[in-house]
């Protein structure tokens, strides 16, 4: 089983955050991802991306299912007021 720590540990090491943010009960987790490498990509590209990074754990049964909100630093600040 999984932890949130670990889980925000793997994404941190895929790919440069500037807010990241992972909940989870050991089976499905929300995650928060705030990156400059979203700039410029649809919603689609950057869960793409942040796919990639998970692709191994997600085949071998370790994370079963992942929402993601994924923000440029610039959406987020907005977002958050």
């Known amino acids: 089983m999984m932890h949130p720590e670990q889980l925000q540990k793997i994404i941190a090491e895929g790919l440069p955050c500037e807010h990241l943010q992972v909940v989870g009960d050991g089976q499905h ?10 700039a410029g990509r649809s919603r689609v590209q950057r869960q793409q991306r942040v796919n990639e990074i998970l692709r191994l754990h997600f085949d071998s049964g370790d994370l079963h299912a ?3 909100k994924t923000q440029t630093p610039e959406e987020w600040s907005t977002a958050s007021g």
């Open 29 to 38: 987790f929300e995650a928060l991802i705030v990156s400059t490498e979203f």
């Open 66 to 68: 992942l929402s993601m």
